[in-house]
Nanobody, 123 residues
Framework: QVQLQESGPGLVKPSQTLSLTCTVSGGSITTNYYYWSWIRQPPGKGLEWMGAIAYSGSTYYSPSLKSRTSISRDTSKNQFTLQLSSVTPEDTAVYYC???????????????WGQGTQVTVSS
């Protein structure tokens, strides 16, 4: 059973960098063909895919967030990390990490999710 757990500060000040870590257990982040994503849900809105890091270490980002987003990994700890720079109150959301595979249509099919962590951007 794969488990994902997000961790990081719940409150970030505007203009600072948000940093979250997803710790994975029960499976390796280097296992072939899995993609490890960050997804967020602002209050009252739908899910927004932010980016992913592949089993190979390649990274992929949402075009709307690419200039502010960085995803990296520590294979020795089986963790991957999100950094979102220059945050504003509009970045307030529940942030999830998830494991997925590419479908035949080119999108991700997720099978495991973290429980999510609330991040509020406020001074």
């Amino acid at each position: 059973q794969v488990q994902l757990q997000e961790s990081g500060p719940g409150l970030v000040k505007p203009s600072q960098t948000l940093s979250l870590t997803c710790t994975v257990s029960g499976g390796s982040i280097t296992t072939n063909y899995y993609y490890w994503s960050w997804i967020r849900q602002p209050p009252g809105k739908g899910l927004e895919w932010m980016g992913a890091i592949a089993y190979s270490g390649s990274t992929y980002y949402s075009p709307s967030l690419k200039s502010r987003t960085s995803i990296s990994r520590d294979t020795s700890k089986n963790q991957f990390t999100l950094q979102l720079s220059s945050v504003t109150p509009e970045d307030t959301a529940v942030y999830y990490c998830a494991r997925g595979r590419l479908s035949g249509l080119g999108d991700y099919e997720y099978d495991y999710w973290g429980q999510g962590t609330q991040v509020t951007v406020s001074s």
